[in-house]
């Protein structure tokens, strides 16, 4: 009887603090063109995309925030959700894909994103009802908005959404700007896929574009080719050493590797510098 009450005691406190974590977030707009704006709060970066009487948003963050991220929308459109975009499966991106499905919402993803979500055991709420396998075109009134999967980047499932018109494009967790990136490796994510994704999205738009990160502050069309160089130096110098027979333990050890973009502040994110070593190191030699 102690242990069943413990339980439930640590499941209370668990959630309290969860609750309390979401409670103090506050969702921030900006605009970054006439009909696009990006939320901020906990969580993957939110885009909402305005067409007339129609609106794209791409990601929803945490149900929890669901109601405070309704608000900022309020702040910004009254008119309703035509399409959710999910960029990818994680649940900073997905989870409040029930709190904003509606008869009016149509969620749309990459087929993998389905996929992992139904295989998490997801309600069919939750679930993506239109999905792409390469590219799609979102039929808008006057807008050109594209969608086109990037193959074994950040996942096995990642999409990024170009906005024509509005010369805007939300690249998803396919760009974490002047950060380490997370390369889920076990949901299909690669260092090779990373940059090719990177490098696609760079070919796509141009130097006038901005750029929604995944996570980060609103980017340009320098930023990620910056990012880009940083990532195939990294990965070009662990594979060199990979080559010359150094071993795991003292790769991922070598702060030089990283040294000249750690100074910059790209490993104070989510993933610290060493962290990023071993990635690399995984995604090249698969162990």
Do not use: W
Not at 26 to 54: H, P
Not at 149 to 162: E, L
């Amino acid at each position: 009887m102690k242990n069943i009450l413990f339980v439930f005691a640590l499941l209370s406190i668990l959630n309290t603090g969860a609750q309390d974590r979401f409670a103090k977030v506050q969702i921030t707009s900006t605009e970054v063109s006439e009909n696009t704006f990006m939320l901020t709060g906990a969580g993957g970066n939110i885009m909402i995309a305005i067409d007339k009487e129609k609106v794209v948003m791409i990601d929803d963050q945490f149900a929890p925030l669901s109601d405070k991220i309704k608000d900022a929308i309020a702040g910004i459109t009254d008119y309703p959700i035509a399409y959710l975009i999910n960029t990818h499966h994680h649940g900073d991106h997905t989870g409040g894909n029930g709190n904003f499905n509606s008869k009016e919402t149509i969620i749309v993803a990459h087929v993998n994103v389905k996929e992992r979500l139904i295989a998490e055991g997801k309600e069919e709420n939750f679930i993506p009802e239109m999905t792409l396998e390469e590219e799609l075109e979102l039929q808008l009134p006057t807008q050109t908005c594209l969608l086109i999967h990037v193959h074994n980047a950040h996942t096995d499932g990642d999409t990024f959404i170009f906005f024509v018109q509005e010369n805007v494009v939300h690249m998803g967790d396919v760009f974490f700007n002047a950060k380490y990136p997370y390369i889920d490796l076990k949901s299909g994510g690669s260092i090779d896929g990373y940059i090719a994704a990177q490098e696609r999205v760079l070919s796509t738009i141009n130097e006038e574009t901005k750029i929604i990160p995944g996570h980060g502050t609103l980017a340009s069309y320098e930023d990620l080719r910056n990012n880009i160089e940083m990532l195939v130096d990294i990965k070009e110098n662990i594979a060199s050493k990979i080559k010359k027979g150094v071993s795991k333990e003292d790769i991922i050890a070598d702060k030089t590797i990283t040294a000249a973009y750690d100074a910059k502040g790209y490993g104070d994110g989510f993933i610290n510098a060493e962290r990023f070593r071993t990635t690399v190191y995984e995604s090249i030699t698969g162990q």
